[in-house]
T-cell receptor
């Protein structure tokens, strides 16, 4: 049973394209975390959000709490955006559930 | 900028041996976590730690595992009698607040320790 589902699993885009990664969850409280995992394995936090929309540079994250769905958008994609993007949600305790990740490759 | 550090970056051990993975969380953080990622699979929660005790643990975190905060800076994960299937990347993370009960605080991840069990 997957508490957090992401789509697509793999995504290849041309440089400059607009990219959308989706996350749906069945558990958790009213917040969600988007992470970026670099090819070397390191994990970086991109966003945490509990409502509406957040923007950081070319990255935009939205969340619909009622529908338990979030999207991560990348505008004007660049090869350096190539990474695995992971969404994670906490439960009511102190445990996090992770999605399987979306592997993004941006081709020059 | 403060960061979470982990040592060693890569640990190779023989099956049946004990290993200790070390983490130094961000100094003013109060919540500490260990995660595991088996190659090609998703990140899995192992354990969270607050106020010198485990606050939550997953089914993976059985008697083979233990965590400790031996001093004011280090946070360790001990794996006893390692098995081949313990080979994975282990990530430590810390935050200044807990995730539950309506609160949500950003977690900062360490670079990970790659454990290889032969």
């Amino acid at each position: 049973k997957n508490e957090v589902e992401q789509s697509p699993q793999n995504l290849t885009a041309q440089e400059g394209e607009f990219i959308t990664i989706n996350c749906s969850y069945s558990v958790g409280i009213s917040a969600l975390h988007w992470l970026q995992q670099h090819p070397g394995g390191g994990i970086v936090s991109l966003f945490m959000l509990s409502s509406g929309k957040k923007k950081h540079g070319r990255l935009i994250a939205t969340i619909n709490i009622q529908e338990k769905h979030s999207s991560l958008h990348i505008t004007a994609s660049h090869p350096r955006d190539s990474a695995v993007y992971i969404c994670a949600v906490p439960n009511t305790g102190n445990q996090f559930y992770f999605g399987t990740g979306t592997s993004l490759t941006v081709i020059p | 900028e403060p960061e979470v550090t982990q040592t060693p970056s890569h640990q190779v051990t023989q099956m049946g041996q004990e290993v200790i993975l070390r983490c130094v969380p961000i100094s003013n953080h109060l919540y500490f976590y260990w995660y595991r990622q088996i190659l090609g699979q998703k990140v899995e929660f192992l354990v969270s730690f607050y106020n010198n005790e485990i606050s939550e643990k997953s089914e993976i975190f059985d008697d083979q595992f233990s965590v400790e905060r031996p001093d004011g800076s280090n946070f360790t994960l001990k794996i006893r009698s390692t098995k081949l299937e313990d080979s994975a990347m282990y990530f430590c993370a810390s935050s200044d607040g807990g995730a539950g009960r309506g609160g949500y605080n950003e977690q900062f991840f360490g670079p990970g320790t790659r454990l290889t069990v032969l």
